[in-house]
């Protein structure tokens, strides 16, 4: 059997995508260092982080076929509600998928995170 423990996203600045995450979404950082931001989990859950670019990444569409998805026990409503008035602009609608209600936005650099209602 294989598990995802960990993903790491990156960023073409990590500053600013920091503020992005935390500021906006709400996520808790966990520890960082120059060259990543690591967001807290969920002992035995899979974490995630955002990091400087293992290469150079100019003129290079980052977040293109990559979706990480989230589970929420709020409602998405209220969530996606929560988000827009935190300046998020690129909340997509709410959807039905096989394993609940979502929906989805885009962070700085394209990457999409969807965020599923557990509840």
């Given at each position: 059997m294989k598990e995802l423990t960990f993903a790491s996203l990156q960023v073409k600045n990590l500053e600013a995508s920091k503020d992005f995450y935390e500021k906006k979404?709400?996520?808790?950082?966990?520890n960082?260092?120059?060259?990543?931001?690591?967001f807290k989990y969920d002992e035995g859950k899979a974490s995630f982080?955002?990091?400087t670019p293992l290469e150079p990444l100019e003129d290079r569409e980052l977040g293109?076929?990559?979706a990480l998805w989230f589970a929420v026990n709020e409602n998405v409503d209220e969530l996606k509600e929560?988000?827009?008035e935190n300046g998020i602009t690129t909340a997509g609608?709410?959807?039905d998928?096989?394993?609940?209600?979502?929906?989805?936005?885009?962070d700085l650099d394209g990457y999409?995170?969807?965020?599923l209602e557990t509840k």
């Open positions: 979404l709400g996520f808790e950082v966990g960082t260092n120059p060259q990543a931001c690591i982080a955002i990091r293109i076929g990559v929560k988000y827009i609608p709410i959807i998928t096989p394993f609940g209600r979502a929906f989805h936005v885009k999409k995170l969807t965020f």
